[in-house]
């Protein structure tokens, strides 16, 4: 069985980085995605191995599940319905398997992603065999959310074939969660940003999860809803950041 999720980006209207701090601000999703596509080997493919390609980076990682079991033997039982953080000994375990795959230098920063992922998958899945394929319409490190897209659309992946999201498998074309569902895939996508971001206000996976506009403050999401399509025009200076450096510097 596969599935594939979607996860947009977004803009920041007013408030950017003050939100962080407690302030109001507004965010509005845009129509550039990242999409996932997840499935699980069938038996007699007889692969033991969690595998995860970036497409659009040329990345492609494999971890046999065994060596996840040695690294990770603690996972105890992995409960899709309860969104946990994650401990600064998780993540040093993680980062071992990371680095074991030796991301070429020039590509380094993609490891925040990867580290993400291993920590949404096996919290979700154990010690599950799978492969998993990323791409992306979005700029990465250029404010427009790229990394809140990736943790939403894994989140939904990941959700989509657990035993906590029920959905119509006969069905073509894309599927809107229900709004429990969307809860449990933004409760998750945050514990992922906090992986990339360090600090993160939350706005940009919520704006990502529900789509359309939104206000949001401490953590409090108010849904702006618009009939009228908003026209923006994002230049992309190409300038990138990180916004995890720019965050903890304030
Ligand atoms: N398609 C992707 N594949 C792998 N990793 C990704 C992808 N998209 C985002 N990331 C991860 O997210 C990081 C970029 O996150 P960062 O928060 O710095 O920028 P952004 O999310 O694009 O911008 P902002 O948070 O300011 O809106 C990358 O370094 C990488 O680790
Ligand atoms: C810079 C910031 O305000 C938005 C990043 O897109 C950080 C955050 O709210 O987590």
Redesign the pocket.
């Known amino acids: 069985m596969e599935v594939r999720a979607r996860a947009p ?2 803009i ?1 209207l007013a408030g ?1 980085h003050a939100v962080v701090h407690g302030s109001t601000a507004v965010a509005a999703s845009i129509d550039l995605y ?1 999409y996932v596509t997840l499935g699980f080997p069938t038996p007699s493919d007889n692969d033991d191995t969690l595998k995860l390609h ?1 497409k ?2 040329d990345l492609e990682f494999s971890w046999p599940v065994g060596r996840i079991k040695e690294v990770l033997p603690d996972l105890g039982s992995h409960a899709a319905s309860s969104p946990s953080s994650c401990s600064s000994e998780t993540i040093k375990a993680i980062t071992t398997l990371v680095e074991e795959q030796n991301i070429p230098e020039a590509k380094i ?6 580290t ?1 992922f291993l920590w949404l998958y096996t919290s979700i899945h154990g010690y599950k065999p799978a492969k998993t394929v ?3 319409e ?13 943790c939403v659309a894994f989140s939904a992946a990941l959700l989509a074939l657990s035993d906590s999201v029920t959905l119509d498998f006969s069905h073509q074309g894309w599927q809107m969660f229900g709004d429990s569902e969307l809860d449990l895939v933004n409760k998750w996508a945050f514990e992922g ?1 906090k992986i ?2 360090g600090k ?1 206000s939350g706005i ?1 996976n919520t704006v990502s999860t529900y789509g359309n506009m939104i206000k949001f403050r401490s953590g409090e999401l108010t849904r702006i809803k618009t009939n009228m399509p908003l026209k923006m025009l994002i230049t992309n200076t190409k300038v ?5 450096a ?1 965050v903890a510097s304030f």
């Open positions: 980006g977004k920041i950017e990242t970036l659009d980076m920063g993609l490891s925040s992603g990867v993400t990323v791409t992306s979005l700029p990465l490190g250029s404010g427009l959310g790229s990394s809140a897209a990736l940003e990339i971001h993160p940009d990138g950041r990180n916004t995890k720019l």
